[in-house]
């Protein structure tokens, strides 16, 4: 099974009201340098040279832990660690997918990007039918850029549209307008991008289903390839949820986040867009391949801040805060902050609810063969009470999924197998 490489790049050119990511503001591109020098240094999974360290700048200069936007504290330690054990995969595994996530990795620029594409081809046998992907936000990218990162082998694009409403962009603090987005879009066809996501966001304070309706024909006449949608959170020590607490927002309405969900699923699909998972949506052949690995429980391995990775069997999680990934590299030490030995009754949970989040859903058969048991014996009057209900089905396939209307409850089904 061929593994998926993920990394993350944290840097934006604007903090977003609503976001909780592990992502700094863009300040200078010494931070940027040091930063790739870490995530470099992890990929060769060496100790880094003395000479990367006595050539950096001054740290305080560049990248001071007072100058990281993000909340201190996530539940664990992001400043301490003990060394840990290296936890990355021997060299040389097969990888066919690569995923620049953020932040705002098309910030980049080719030089940058190409040092660590050329990083991961060292350490990992690429195969020839790779998917690489690059997120990109409107407004952050050139035509020459673009078509850089195409020639060196970047075929997708999951493009951060969000909404075509300049008053919702304002409101979450975009640093972007709907026009930013439109001509964003016709610069990444130009330079010829084929495979091409918008990610979208429904339930924003003060979104009317009529805001929604036009953000789905603007979406749907750009035509792009794969589409994905995300219900808005408020997390906690955010500006919105700051602003929701004062009461200067409204809290994002379920019922109608529900109901955008729904318009969606038919708008989409009348317009030849095939659902293949909860949240996400594509024109025939467009699945993205690397997130199909989280769901279908296949082995990514992250570098770079914050990072998770799945080996098929441990989990192991970077330190989440910048400044401490860099240092903590720098000092020749692991970024790994948690690793954990799946035990098989969550091995079990997770493959169960995030096959179930496939409109293909869970293989019984599969199930059966990986763990040696039965779901349907394990959870017999559970899934007898959803089959009830109309949430799940069974297929004559031996295929466990759920129904549409399941999808709505997708979460009440989700928490019994947990
Ligand atoms: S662009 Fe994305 S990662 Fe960056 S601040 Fe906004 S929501 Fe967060």
Redesign the pocket.
Known sequence: MPAGVYIHV???????S????A?D?YRNDEAVERYLRAVLTELEDRKPKTGDRLSLPDPNSVLSPQSSVLPAGRGRSDSVHSPQPSVLPARGGLVDTIYFG???PSLLNPGQLERILKAVHERFEISEDREITV?M?PATVTLGQLEQFRAMGVNRASF?V?TFNDRSLKL????HDADDARSTYKTLRKAGFENISFDLIAGLPHQTIDDWKANLEEAVSMSPEHISLYLLEIHEATPLAEQVRSGRQPLPDEELAAEMYELMLERLEKAGYRQYEISNFCKEGFESRHNLKYWDLDPVIGFGVSSHSFDGGRRWVNVRDTMAYVRTVECGDSPVVEIEELPEKQLKAEFTFLKLRLTKGLDLKEYRSRFGSDLTEEFGPEIAEFRELGLVELTESDVMRLTQKGRLYSNEVFGVFV
């Open positions: 944290p840097f934006c050119k604007s903090r977003c609503y976001c909780d990511f992502t503001v953020g932040g705002t997120e936000n951060g969000q979450l603090a975009r640093g």
